[in-house]
Protein backbone atom coordinates (compact mmCIF):
# COMPACT_ATOMS: atom_id res chain seq x y z
CA UNK A 1 0.00 0.00 0.00
CA UNK A 2 0.98 4.09 -1.05
CA UNK A 3 2.28 5.83 2.11
CA UNK A 4 0.10 8.50 0.61
CA UNK A 5 -2.66 7.62 -1.63
CA UNK A 6 -4.84 9.72 -4.11
CA UNK A 7 -7.40 9.34 -6.82
CA UNK A 8 -5.46 10.48 -9.94
CA UNK A 9 -7.91 11.67 -11.93
CA UNK A 10 -8.53 13.41 -14.50
CA UNK A 11 -11.52 15.73 -13.03
CA UNK A 12 -12.75 17.43 -15.21
CA UNK A 13 -14.34 20.59 -14.06
CA UNK A 14 -16.97 23.13 -15.95
CA UNK A 15 -15.31 26.71 -15.73
CA UNK A 16 -16.47 28.10 -12.22
CA UNK A 17 -17.94 24.85 -10.90
CA UNK A 18 -16.54 23.52 -7.52
CA UNK A 19 -14.71 20.55 -7.21
CA UNK A 20 -13.13 18.09 -4.46
CA UNK A 21 -10.94 15.89 -3.46
CA UNK A 22 -9.02 13.56 -1.27
CA UNK A 23 -5.81 12.15 -0.39
CA UNK A 24 -5.19 9.17 2.33
CA UNK A 25 -2.43 8.45 4.32
CA UNK A 26 -0.69 5.23 5.97
CA UNK A 27 1.65 6.66 8.83
CA UNK A 28 -0.53 7.74 11.67
CA UNK A 29 2.43 9.49 13.28
CA UNK A 30 2.83 11.84 10.31
CA UNK A 31 2.49 15.65 11.42
CA UNK A 32 1.59 18.16 9.11
CA UNK A 33 0.17 18.15 5.95
CA UNK A 34 0.28 19.95 2.67
CA UNK A 35 -1.42 20.58 -0.81
CA UNK A 36 1.32 21.21 -3.70
CA UNK A 37 0.67 22.23 -7.23
CA UNK A 38 2.52 21.01 -10.02
CA UNK A 39 2.37 22.16 -13.32
CA UNK A 40 3.57 19.94 -16.24
CA UNK A 41 7.00 19.68 -16.52
CA UNK A 42 7.90 22.51 -13.36
CA UNK A 43 8.83 21.94 -9.83
CA UNK A 44 5.78 21.74 -7.26
CA UNK A 45 4.63 24.47 -5.44
CA UNK A 46 3.57 25.23 -2.06
CA UNK A 47 -0.53 25.34 -2.11
CA UNK A 48 -1.35 25.78 1.29
CA UNK A 49 -1.06 23.97 4.69
CA UNK A 50 -3.83 22.53 6.17
CA UNK A 51 -4.58 22.12 9.42
CA UNK A 52 -6.22 20.25 12.04
CA UNK A 53 -9.28 22.76 12.21
CA UNK A 54 -9.40 22.92 8.60
CA UNK A 55 -8.13 26.14 6.84
CA UNK A 56 -9.05 28.31 3.56
CA UNK A 57 -7.34 30.69 1.32
CA UNK A 58 -9.58 32.79 -1.18
CA UNK A 59 -11.15 29.79 -3.13
CA UNK A 60 -9.27 26.83 -1.68
CA UNK A 61 -10.17 25.05 1.61
CA UNK A 62 -8.57 22.46 3.32
CA UNK A 63 -9.52 20.02 5.78
CA UNK A 64 -7.72 17.38 7.99
CA UNK A 65 -9.31 14.02 9.64
CA UNK A 66 -6.71 12.88 11.59
CA UNK A 67 -9.01 9.72 13.06
CA UNK A 68 -9.54 8.63 8.92
CA UNK A 69 -6.11 9.66 7.92
CA UNK A 70 -7.10 11.85 5.03
CA UNK A 71 -7.06 15.08 3.33
CA UNK A 72 -8.98 16.87 1.60
CA UNK A 73 -9.19 19.89 -0.97
CA UNK A 74 -11.89 21.64 -2.29
CA UNK A 75 -11.78 24.48 -4.56
CA UNK A 76 -14.66 27.08 -5.47
CA UNK A 77 -15.41 28.82 -8.58
CA UNK A 78 -12.88 26.99 -10.75
CA UNK A 79 -10.94 28.93 -12.99
CA UNK A 80 -9.18 28.03 -16.12
CA UNK A 81 -5.74 28.64 -14.50
CA UNK A 82 -6.87 26.12 -11.79
CA UNK A 83 -5.86 23.51 -14.15
CA UNK A 84 -2.38 21.61 -12.88
CA UNK A 85 -2.00 18.35 -11.01
CA UNK A 86 -2.52 18.72 -6.98
CA UNK A 87 0.12 16.82 -4.66
CA UNK A 88 -0.86 15.59 -1.33
CA UNK A 89 2.11 15.80 1.05
CA UNK A 90 2.71 14.18 4.29
CA UNK A 91 5.76 15.65 6.40
CA UNK A 92 6.84 11.91 8.10
CA UNK A 93 9.37 12.89 10.59
CA UNK A 94 11.56 15.06 11.88
CA UNK A 95 13.83 17.01 9.58
CA UNK A 96 11.18 17.70 7.02
CA UNK A 97 11.22 14.54 5.35
CA UNK A 98 8.30 14.61 2.87
CA UNK A 99 5.77 11.97 1.33
CA UNK A 100 4.14 12.75 -2.03
CA UNK A 101 0.97 11.68 -3.50
CA UNK A 102 1.35 10.81 -7.37
CA UNK A 103 -1.54 13.72 -7.82
CA UNK A 104 -4.64 14.36 -8.99
CA UNK A 105 -5.32 16.40 -12.07
CA UNK A 106 -7.23 18.77 -12.34
CA UNK A 107 -8.50 20.19 -15.93
CA UNK A 108 -10.83 23.28 -15.82
CA UNK A 109 -12.77 24.06 -19.25
CA UNK A 110 -14.09 26.63 -20.57
CA UNK B 1 12.81 35.64 -0.73
CA UNK B 2 13.42 31.53 -0.58
CA UNK B 3 14.71 31.00 -4.33
CA UNK B 4 16.07 27.40 -4.75
CA UNK B 5 17.95 27.39 -8.42
CA UNK B 6 18.90 24.29 -10.18
CA UNK B 7 21.32 24.05 -12.88
CA UNK B 8 21.55 22.58 -15.15
CA UNK B 9 18.11 22.51 -16.43
CA UNK B 10 18.35 19.87 -18.97
CA UNK B 11 20.91 18.25 -19.81
CA UNK B 12 21.12 14.87 -22.63
CA UNK B 13 24.25 12.30 -22.01
CA UNK B 14 25.66 9.09 -23.29
CA UNK B 15 25.62 6.16 -21.33
CA UNK B 16 28.28 5.79 -18.90
CA UNK B 17 29.15 9.55 -18.03
CA UNK B 18 28.53 11.31 -14.78
CA UNK B 19 26.21 14.46 -14.72
CA UNK B 20 26.57 16.44 -11.60
CA UNK B 21 23.65 18.65 -10.51
CA UNK B 22 23.85 21.61 -8.84
CA UNK B 23 21.05 23.20 -6.21
CA UNK B 24 21.25 26.21 -4.75
CA UNK B 25 19.35 28.86 -1.98
CA UNK B 26 20.19 32.16 -3.89
CA UNK B 27 19.15 34.16 -0.72
CA UNK B 28 18.91 32.07 2.81
CA UNK B 29 20.93 29.69 4.34
CA UNK B 30 19.37 25.58 4.02
CA UNK B 31 20.21 23.82 6.99
CA UNK B 32 19.03 20.83 4.98
CA UNK B 33 18.54 20.29 1.27
CA UNK B 34 16.34 16.80 -0.27
CA UNK B 35 16.95 15.56 -3.61
CA UNK B 36 14.01 14.03 -5.15
CA UNK B 37 13.23 11.92 -8.34
CA UNK B 38 9.75 12.04 -10.22
CA UNK B 39 9.36 10.11 -13.45
CA UNK B 40 6.24 10.47 -15.96
CA UNK B 41 2.88 10.72 -14.04
CA UNK B 42 4.60 9.63 -10.42
CA UNK B 43 5.10 10.79 -7.61
CA UNK B 44 8.16 12.81 -6.61
CA UNK B 45 10.41 10.47 -4.83
CA UNK B 46 12.78 11.21 -2.25
CA UNK B 47 16.03 10.22 -3.09
CA UNK B 48 18.01 11.78 0.13
CA UNK B 49 18.39 14.22 2.67
CA UNK B 50 21.28 16.10 2.82
CA UNK B 51 22.64 17.86 5.65
CA UNK B 52 25.67 20.76 5.40
CA UNK B 53 28.96 19.07 6.38
CA UNK B 54 27.62 15.64 6.93
CA UNK B 55 27.16 12.74 5.01
CA UNK B 56 23.71 12.42 3.46
CA UNK B 57 21.09 10.39 4.23
CA UNK B 58 19.77 7.88 1.45
CA UNK B 59 16.31 6.45 1.42
CA UNK B 60 16.08 3.07 1.16
CA UNK B 61 17.00 1.15 -3.20
CA UNK B 62 18.85 4.46 -3.55
CA UNK B 63 22.73 3.37 -4.12
CA UNK B 64 24.72 6.25 -2.60
CA UNK B 65 27.82 5.25 -4.45
CA UNK B 66 25.82 6.09 -7.72
CA UNK B 67 23.69 8.86 -6.51
CA UNK B 68 26.91 10.94 -4.55
CA UNK B 69 25.80 14.55 -2.93
CA UNK B 70 28.10 16.58 -1.53
CA UNK B 71 26.53 19.41 0.57
CA UNK B 72 29.70 21.85 1.00
CA UNK B 73 28.20 24.91 2.12
CA UNK B 74 24.79 26.03 3.47
CA UNK B 75 24.00 27.30 -0.05
CA UNK B 76 24.95 24.47 -2.21
CA UNK B 77 24.21 20.64 -2.63
CA UNK B 78 25.49 19.19 -5.71
CA UNK B 79 24.24 15.19 -6.98
CA UNK B 80 26.15 13.73 -8.82
CA UNK B 81 25.22 10.57 -11.31
CA UNK B 82 28.01 8.30 -11.68
CA UNK B 83 27.67 6.26 -14.88
CA UNK B 84 23.91 7.20 -15.86
CA UNK B 85 22.34 5.13 -18.08
CA UNK B 86 18.79 5.06 -19.68
CA UNK B 87 16.75 3.87 -17.03
CA UNK B 88 17.93 7.20 -15.22
CA UNK B 89 16.68 9.36 -17.17
CA UNK B 90 14.13 11.33 -14.74
CA UNK B 91 13.30 14.74 -13.53
CA UNK B 92 15.71 15.72 -10.62
CA UNK B 93 13.64 18.23 -8.25
CA UNK B 94 15.65 19.82 -4.74
CA UNK B 95 14.34 21.47 -2.47
CA UNK B 96 15.35 23.75 1.01
CA UNK B 97 14.61 23.59 4.12
CA UNK B 98 15.55 26.74 6.11
CA UNK B 99 14.43 25.40 9.20
CA UNK B 100 15.19 22.06 10.89
CA UNK B 101 12.37 19.88 11.51
CA UNK B 102 8.74 19.39 10.64
CA UNK B 103 8.77 23.01 10.49
CA UNK B 104 10.94 24.22 8.15
CA UNK B 105 8.79 25.36 4.72
CA UNK B 106 10.97 23.26 1.84
CA UNK B 107 11.11 25.95 -1.17
CA UNK B 108 11.71 23.51 -4.51
CA UNK B 109 14.67 24.17 -7.10
CA UNK B 110 12.56 24.41 -10.71
CA UNK B 111 14.04 21.11 -11.42
CA UNK B 112 16.74 19.25 -14.03
CA UNK B 113 15.79 16.73 -16.77
CA UNK B 114 18.02 14.07 -17.34
CA UNK B 115 18.02 12.45 -20.47
CA UNK B 116 20.40 9.44 -21.06
CA UNK B 117 21.02 8.08 -24.45
Known amino acids: RKEVEQDPGPFNVPEGATVAFNCTYS??????FFWYRQDCRKEPKLLMS???SGNEDGRFTAQLNRASQYISLLIRDSKLSDSATYLC???????????FGAGTQVVVTP | GAVVSQHPSWVICKSGTSVKIECRSL??????MFWYRQFPKQSLMLMAT?????????EQGVEKDKFLINHASLTLSTLTVTSAHPEDSSFYIC?????????????FGPGTRLTVL
Open chain 2, 95 to 107: SASRGAGASGEQF
Open chain 2, 50 to 58: SNEGSKATY
Open chain 1, 89 to 99: VVNIGSWGKLQ
Open chain 1, 50 to 52: VYS
Open chain 1, 27 to 32: NSASQS
Open chain 2, 27 to 32: DFQATT
